[in-house]
């Protein structure tokens, strides 16, 4: 075997492991000496007490088949232990363990006999190592999943009883009409953030299950920009926010465009809503090599390490006192847009001087 080739490797959880053999090869040695000694001992005393057994050749076979017979049963016995210590037991204790957990228990935990690493550490140490591991990330989807239907429901209410209220108020024949235009108008912004929280939601879970394939493409990076941009510049310009477009004249990239746009108009739209009015927000993009990055800065409220570390999260808002309010899916969606895409996203911010977006596609091959 040449120095870079391998043995062939046995397989992970092999049921019969090395420790095992070793141990039914000691007891059948054990075993054989102490037939052999109790034959000879057999054949000395045996013809003095029964004299049915003067017959050499009789006796011996007599002790020969019982000796058999004793060796059998007591390899039996010890390999039927063995078995059961090693492969009965953990079975039924890993069985148990699955009960538990689909029952919706995530708390469990089954110890590895020994410690992972040392030479005693074996297949059933393995497979309980990975039984732990599976069950802690079933546990934290989970959690995932009941937050996630905890938050929906808080999102979904709030909005749902502004507009019950203000509809019951509008009972009131003594309104005057000034009144009733003001909460036609709540109304009507409690209804649209409750249609922009349901439809992100479907295209969060759209992207999340891949019902939305991406279907890369090469196209113009800098149009795509340009015309996010001119989208958003009246709402820049109410604002009286100062944005700087420092773009290529033409930047091909191998990517949706269909998923690329929700990454710029969330990124943007945060850049918008985080900036006070007056402030200053830049787009710069550049080709680099064989990606195409985009950096989008404001000089906005900032984030904390702790509120940066989560702002991918769903539902998370971090510091809402600055900006109106959201629903926390928009940097979700964009988390999962960039993945999508086969790029990367990086988040520079520091609280009270701003936040820096940096995404990077792939670029054309041209």
Request: with cysteine; glycine share 6%; hydrophobic share 40%.
């Amino acid at each position: 075997m040449n120095e870079t080739e391998q043995p062939d490797k046995p397989a992970k959880y092999s049921m019969i492991s090395g420790p095992l053999s070793g141990w039914i090869v000691l007891w059948s040695f054990i075993v054989f000496i102490a037939a052999a000694a109790g034959q000879m001992s057999l054949i000395v005393w045996l013809p003095r007490l029964f004299p049915i057994f003067d017959d050499m050749a009789y006796l011996q076979a007599v002790i020969i088949l019982a000796y058999w017979l004793l060796l059998a049963v007591l390899f039996a016995w010890e390999t039927g232990k063995q078995i059961y210590d090693r492969v009965e037991w953990p079975m039924r204790k890993l069985g148990e363990a699955t009960s538990r957990v689909a029952k919706g228990d995530f708390s469990v935990y089954v110890a590895p006999q020994h410690i992972e690493g040392s030479r005693d550490w074996n297949s059933t140490d393995q497979m309980f190592s990975d039984f732990n591991t599976m069950v802690e990330e079933l546990g934290g989807i989970e959690t995932m999943k009941n937050d996630f239907v905890s938050n929906v429901s808080h999102e979904i209410r709030n909005p749902l009883a502004v507009i019950k209220n203000y509809a019951t108020m509008m009972r009131d024949i003594d309104m005057d009409k000034d009144q009733r235009e003001e909460c036609v108008r709540i109304i009507t912004a409690a209804s649209e953030r409750l249609n922009a929280l349901v439809t992100n939601i479907l295209k969060l879970n759209k992207l999340e299950s891949q019902t939305i394939v991406s279907q890369a493409v090469d196209y113009d990076l800098t149009r795509q920009l340009t015309e996010e941009i001119l989208t958003l510049d009246d709402l820049f310009t109410e604002k009286n926010i100062d944005l700087d477009c420092d773009l290529e004249d033409r930047a091909m990239v191998h990517a949706d465009p269909g998923i690329t746009t929700l990454i710029w108009s969330n990124v943007l739209g945060n850049a918008l809503k985080y900036t006070e009015r007056g402030g200053h927000v830049s787009v710069i993009q550049r080709s680099q090599g064989s990606m195409v990055s985009v950096e989008i800065s404001d000089d906005g409220c900032g984030m904390t390490p702790d509120e940066a570390a989560h702002m991918f999260d769903k539902f998370y808002q971090g510091d809402t006192s600055h900006a109106s309010q959201g629903n926390g899916l928009g940097m979700a969606m964009v988390r999962r847009a960039v993945d999508l895409s086969r790029g990367f996203i990086d988040v520079a911010s520091a609280k009270g001087k701003g936040t820096t977006i940096t995404v990077r596609l792939p670029a054309a091959r041209l």
